[in-house]
C-alpha cells in the first residue's frame, strides 16, 4: 500500500484530551474540496465535547457544594464526623478505613466507574488526571 499524494492532519484538544483527524488524497484538489466539507462537521463534534465536558465540571462542582453543605448541616443536627481511627498498638501504620465511594486523598467523593474488565472508583483531579484514592 503506498502512501496517499496528498493528506492533511487535524489535532484538536478538548480538555485534557486530544482528537486527531487525518484526510487523504489523491490530490491538493480533492483534498480541499474533503476538508471544506468535513471540517464544520468536526467543528461541531468538538462542541459537542466541549459542552459535555462543561456539564460534567459544573456537576462535579455541585455534588462537592451539596456535600459541603451536608458537613455543617449534620454537625448542626447533632450528627458529628466520626474520629479518626486510633493508630495501631503495635507501632504499624495501617490505611484507615475509608467509606466506600470516597477519597480520603482528597476529601471528595468518587464516582462508580466500570468497563469489561470491572469496577472502581476514582474522581477527576485538577489536572485532568484521575485519582483512585491511592
Not at 483534498?31 to 468536526?42: C, G, N, V
Not at 457544594?65 to 450528627?79: D, L, S, V
Request: aromatic share 6%; glycine share 6%; charged share 20%.
Amino acid at each position: 500500500m503506498h502512501e496517499a499524494p496528498a493528506s492533511a492532519c487535524f489535532k484538536f484538544r478538548v480538555g485534557t484530551m486530544e482528537l486527531m483527524y487525518t484526510l487523504r488524497g489523491i490530490d491538493d484538489a480533492e483534498l480541499q474540496r474533503r476538508i471544506t466539507a468535513t471540517l464544520p462537521t468536526l467543528q461541531e463534534v468538538i462542541e459537542a465535547c466541549e459542552d459535555r465536558a462543561a456539564q460534567r465540571a459544573a456537576a462535579r462542582e455541585a455534588a462537592q457544594a451539596a456535600q459541603a453543605q451536608q458537613a455543617p448541616a449534620a454537625a448542626a443536627n447533632g450528627q458529628a464526623t466520626p474520629p479518626p481511627p486510633a493508630p495501631p498498638s503495635n507501632g504499624t501504620a495501617q490505611p484507615a478505613s475509608t467509606p466506600e465511594g470516597w477519597c480520603a486523598l482528597h476529601q471528595v467523593p468518587m464516582e462508580l466507574r466500570s468497563n469489561e474488565r470491572g469496577s472502581w472508583w476514582s474522581h477527576r483531579l485538577a489536572d485532568g488526571s484521575y485519582c483512585k484514592g491511592k
